[in-house]
């Protein structure tokens, strides 16, 4: 199994490297090309910030689906391992992961499917809300271009719509399931509700401020309104990547957007070029919570190993 994930490791950062050199970017636009390296290790350590948060806000979810208390490095492991997958084609084997993986430890199957569909609707309400509330005449902008754009908008309803009829169809084939899972309908459902949406603002928010950093490190001179749209845009991009079933990561979905939502305000080669570094640290952070979570999982094998041996 150890091998399996490094290779899908290895198989997903070739499709990235892939995606980045098929994009013609003007490269002397960095003013400063070793710093410019420097800040992307820097964001990309912080990253790894953003993927524990999101591991704890899925915890969260598991544990009020199973009603358990799931200790936190056992969901971290699943997660950061599943999380790799996302690069692959498809943009669906990060979720397929989770359950193969979840099911090596003994967890429900149907509780793990439901956390992730309860993790997609949380992620998509509020990334919605904030992009509203930051910067509502891009959300209006965005939602006409994908109106307009045929091919996009029914990936989008597909990708809803496949979330849907899972749901729907679990429901149905699984006998009393809406007597287990009528917790939904409890105060304790409503008490969960408030600590998702706050997990999954510091995961959109923290990346869209990496955004404006490298926009600042471009020569894009930010002020408050533009940092708000650049925030907003950021998440309007992740929700279009997040949904649109076939591309891995949202590979070139998300950048298509933030040049379209970022190219009036500071040109369309800065917006892209500022995009790209943001894929780069983002998926190094990834690939350095991955790497980490190794490293702790040889560390415990050998304290056990030696603890036998004791």
């Known amino acids: 199994m150890r091998w399996i994930g490094i290779g899908i490791t290895a198989v997903s950062f070739v499709f990235l490297a892939k995606f980045l050199f098929s994009m013609h970017v003007d490269l002397f636009r960095l003013q400063h090309p070793a710093l410019t390296v420097l800040l992307v290790v820097a964001l990309a350590v912080c990253y790894v910030g953003v993927v524990y948060l999101s591991a704890a806000a899925w915890r969260l979810a598991l544990n009020f689906i199973s009603q358990t208390k799931i200790p936190f490095h056992d969901v971290f492991d699943i997660y950061v391992r599943a999380n790799i997958a996302k690069y692959l084609p498809g943009n669906v084997m990060h979720f397929a992961g989770r359950n193969m993986l979840a099911q090596k430890l003994s967890f429900d199957q149907v509780d793990v499917a439901f956390s992730t569909v309860l993790e997609v609707a949380a992620l998509l309400v509020t990334a919605v809300i904030w992009s509203a509330v930051l910067s509502f005449q891009s959300f209006l902008s965005m939602i ?39 917790r939904f309908f409890t105060p304790a459902f409503a008490r969960l509700l ?69 190219g009036p305000f500071c040109g369309n080669d800065i917006a892209l070029l500022a995009a790209l570094l943001l894929r780069v640290a983002s998926a190094f952070g990834d690939g350095a919570a991955y790497a980490l979570q190794q490293i702790w999982n040889n560390a415990r094998r050998h304290k056990s190993a030696s603890d036998c041996e004791k």
């Open 144 to 182: 006409t271009d994908l109106s307009r754009k045929s091919g996009m908008y029914l990936y989008i309803v597909i990708g809803v719509l496949i979330l849907l009829v899972a749901a729907a169809c679990l429901i149905l084939r699984k006998k009393g399931l809406l007597k287990k899972y009528r």
């Open 194 to 262: 408030p600590k998702l949406f706050l997990l999954y603002s510091l995961t959109m928010m923290i990346p869209g401020g990496f955004l404006s950093v490298f926009l600042g490190a471009l020569g894009v001179s930010l002020t408050p309104t533009l940092l708000l749209n650049v925030i907003a845009s950021y998440m309007i991009s992740w929700v279009a990547g997040y949904v649109v079933i076939g591309s891995p990561g949202g590979i070139g979905v998300r950048e298509s957007v933030m040049v379209l939502l970022l």
